[in-house]
């Protein structure tokens, strides 16, 4: 009788952390450049600062700095769930 080598645990794991994945690339690419990044290296450092954020940027750094503690949460039980199943 041979084990299963991924079970339901790890399964749903790598699922959640797969939708994750695209949650968090999407919510980072969605924020306003503040510069400083790759764009200045090639001339793309042009740009206006209004003083303020908005609400909306408030709530998509929240829910970029959630996801992305969720997706490191995956990690972590995956890793724990590989090691001791």
């Known amino acids: 009788m041979s084990v299963p080598l991924v079970t339901w ?28 990044g790759l764009s200045d290296l090639f001339g793309g ?7 303020g954020t908005s609400v909306a940027e408030r709530n998509l750094d929240r829910i970029t700095i959630i996801v992305g503690l969720i997706w490191v949460a995956c ?3 995956l890793l724990f769930l590989y090691r001791y199943s």
């Open 45 to 51: 450092g042009v740009s206006t600062s209004m003083g």
């Open 9 to 36: 645990p790890i399964m749903t794991l790598s699922i959640i952390l797969c939708i994750l994945s695209i949650i968090l690339t999407l919510s980072v690419l969605l924020h306003k450049s503040r510069g400083g």
């Open 75 to 77: 990690i972590i039980g």
